[in-house]
């Protein structure tokens, strides 16, 4: 029920802020944009577009986000140096609230089929909510993780996802094929190499 009133609170949020700010937004001109995306990264909260300048200054052109940014899919998923790091961003900056393993907490399971924000079974839609926030607790994390860091910490909530196959949207077919639910206890080795290897946090 919860979830549900979030959802529609947030919706209702939407309307009234498109309502109330279309004329004034129309007005502003587009600031300059050093860092741009070509694929259409919005708040899930406003609909407004996320403006990629406010990332912090290191992790913004790294190979994965360069990749991230013009093709809206997470390049990370699948490789262990950045679930590495990712788990351990995860640790520090998300499980207090949404659980060791993404269980969830004062924060929804992150590692179900249900999402309150049905953006976040796309790599495009999930970095969205991490980057732009949502609503009450859930701030924007563009201002304490690089961009870097985003894509990592997603790729390691993906890695965390134990419902069915058929309801990950970020995987390809093939990936469905092969996929098999987390499972507590499993480990990486230490230094794994690649693409995040000796990037970011260690
Ligand atoms: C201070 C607590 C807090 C922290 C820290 C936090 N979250 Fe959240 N998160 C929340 C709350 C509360 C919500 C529900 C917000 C809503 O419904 O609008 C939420 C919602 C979300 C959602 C949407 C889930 C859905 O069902 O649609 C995602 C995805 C998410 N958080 C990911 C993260 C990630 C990844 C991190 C770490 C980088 C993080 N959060 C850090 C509290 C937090």
Redesign the pocket.
Known sequence: MM?RW??LS?SLGLVVTITALGPLAGALSPRATAQSSSVDLRS??TGEKLDLNEALPEGRDTEGVKRFLASGRNPYLFDASCLKKGEQ??LA??????GHVGEGK?????NDN???????TTDAG?FS??FGG??????P?SLS?TLD??LQ??AW?RHLYTGPAQDAEWLSEDQKKSYTPYKLGETFPDDPPGMCRGSGKS
């Not at 949502?134 to 701030?139: D, F, I, L, N, T």
């Open positions: 979830k979030t959802a947030a899930v909260v961003t995860f900056a998300c499980s207090g609230c949404h004062i924060g929804p399971g992150l249900y999402w309150t924000y049905p953006q976040g999930l909510i991490v949502a609503q009450a607790q859930m701030g994390q993780l860091d985003i910490a997603m909530v």
